[in-house]
């Protein structure tokens, strides 16, 4: 890890991502649209049997008490955590070197841990309407007591696959495949543009 | 169809991807009985009712499942993670023509 060469992240929305008003926004706009851009995204896989301990050693490492269970997840001011799948959690923090202090806590024998980083584009969709749009996009229920604070699921449209974290009452934070990211992206802004959307 | 995901819950079939025949038992890689190998390949019990599959939630949790779907119907009747230590209960179709267990 210490001899990686330092790659600048560039945003793959670039080309695409226009600042402001967009759709039908007469009336206002209903959900806004962002990437953020978090320093570290890690993937942190336990072998069976240790999803204690890597979780443990995640809260260690972060001070993100993941709630056991599917799906699992916590948000603090700059920091998530939650889980994608048995074993499986996907950890944002809005520092750089994250997985180096996660490898760290997480020896070999415990699990694996996936520098992301570069890999996952965060999308963020906010707003009355969030839950409304991303009904559109994917077949589960994003009302709040289906899919309460914190919480994650994985899913995917059409081929894209995603991995979700509601980070608030009504904003969500999408992480899917770089190279992906572009298309999910227009899409997004073509489903979003009934309700009248800004791009911060 | 909606299959009820042992981590995700009830989504959508659209999201798995069907792994195969759930009854077949893989010979030991260096096997000669060349009888056990062309059941392992070739043999399915084709059943009109339940029917032991392996699944794959390729499009949420990736997790394999052992589902219990009925040929008919499409009822599915169990559904539980195929790697053991995750195994939350066994279910098993109790005599059932066609559901090996």
């Keep these: 890890m210490a001899s990686r060469i330092g790659v600048e992240r560039l945003s793959p929305l670039e080309p695409v991502y226009r600042s402001g008003s967009h759709g039908r926004f007469e009336d206002?706009?209903?959900?806004?649209?962002?990437?953020?851009r978090?320093?570290?995204?890690?993937?942190?896989?336990?072998?069976?049997?240790?999803?204690?301990?890597?979780a443990a050693a995640i809260r260690a490492v972060t001070g993100l008490n993941m709630p056991d269970g599917p799906g699992g997840g916590v948000v603090a001011?700059?920091?998530?955590?939650?889980?994608?799948?048995?074993?499986?959690?996907?950890v944002t923090v809005e520092s750089e070197g994250l997985v180096a202090a996660l490898v760290n806590a997480i020896p070999p024998a415990m699990g694996a841990v996936t520098d992301l980083s570069h890999g996952r584009t965060i999308i963020r969709i906010e707003g009355p309407k969030a839950e409304w749009v991303l009904a559109k996009f994917f077949a589960i229920d994003f009302a709040l007591p289906a899919f309460p604070l914190g919480a994650g699921r994985s899913t995917s449209h059409h081929d894209i696959f995603a991995q979700i974290q509601r980070t608030g009452a009504d904003r969500f934070d999408i992480c899917v495949f770089r190279s992906f990211a572009r298309s999910f992206w227009k899409a997004l802004c073509h489903a979003s543009a009934e309700v009248g959307y800004e791009v911060q | 169809m909606l299959i009820t995901c042992p981590y995700c819950g009830a989504r959508d079939v659209s999201e798995f991807t069907y792994q195969g025949d759930g009854n077949r038992q893989r010979p030991a890689p260096n096997s000669q009985d060349l009888d056990a190998w062309n059941d392992y390949v070739y043999d399915r019990l084709n059943p009109a009712g339940d029917h032991n599959e392996i699944w794959q939630h390729s499009g949420g949790c990736r997790t394999h499942?052992?589902?219990?779907?009925?040929?008919?119907?499409?009822?599915?009747?169990?559904?539980?993670?195929?790697?053991?230590?995750?195994?939350?209960?066994?279910?098993?179709?109790?005599?059932?023509?066609?559901?090996?267990?």
Excluded: C, M, Y
């Design chain 2, 65 to 101: 499942i052992r589902v219990v779907r009925n040929t008919l119907t499409h009822e599915i009747s169990a559904v539980q993670p195929v790697r053991p230590e995750t195994k939350p209960s066994p279910v098993k179709p109790a005599g059932r023509r066609g559901a090996r267990p």
């Design chain 1, 77 to 90: 001011s700059d920091q998530h955590a939650f889980g994608i799948a048995p074993g499986k959690f996907i």
């Design chain 1, 38 to 54: 978090p320093g570290s995204i890690v993937q942190v896989t336990a072998w069976p049997g240790e999803e204690q301990s890597a």
């Design chain 1, 28 to 36: 206002g706009v209903e959900v806004a649209l962002s990437e953020i």
